[in-house]
């Protein structure tokens, strides 16, 4: 029982819930910068990596997008989510960064997977190629919320 309950205390269903709204608000202004940026950069310029052409246009867009949500996610999640009414500190402030460098790669990542799996001949006609990208961010945040959430309670605003 006394475990059930230090879980409970740790978790924090209510900050978890608030942290969830921020979520969602952060998601809306990632796929907004997202959208935004990858029709203005389109498939950018491309690489070969181990004999395969890689369009960086979707990751420079991904990684725009996340520096802006990022930005907006850190104020938010620091004053409302888990009330912290300090001036921020350096050290908060690197494990954010270490936290959010972790994100971004973990993120881009899974965008290169879900981009792939939406680009598999099943998928043919369903999604429009321009709009696979933003397509494959949607199961893609599913992913990477539950590290976020954990690595921003445990460690950034503990």
Do not use: Q
């Amino acid at each position: 029982m006394e475990k059930l309950k230090h879980l409970l205390k740790v978790f924090d269903l209510r900050k978890f819930i608030k942290f969830g709204l921020i979520g969602v608000l952060n998601t809306l202004v990632d796929f907004a910068v997202f959208f935004v940026a990858n029709k203005l950069i389109g498939n950018g310029p491309s690489v070969v990596l181990f004999g395969v052409a890689l369009v960086l246009g979707p990751y420079i867009s991904n990684t725009i997008s996340y520096i802006v949500a990022n930005i907006h996610s850190f104020f938010w999640n620091k004053f409302w989510t888990f009330e912290k009414k300090d001036k921020l500190t350096r050290r908060e402030v690197g494990r954010y960064i270490v936290t959010s460098c972790g994100f971004l790669i973990i993120s881009s990542i899974g965008l290169s997977i879900f981009m792939s799996v939406l680009s598999l001949p099943a998928f043919a006609g369903i999604i429009p190629d321009d709009l696979i990208p933003l397509a494959a961010k949607i199961p893609n945040t599913c992913v990477t919320m539950v590290y976020n959430y954990l690595m921003n309670k445990l460690w950034v605003f503990r």
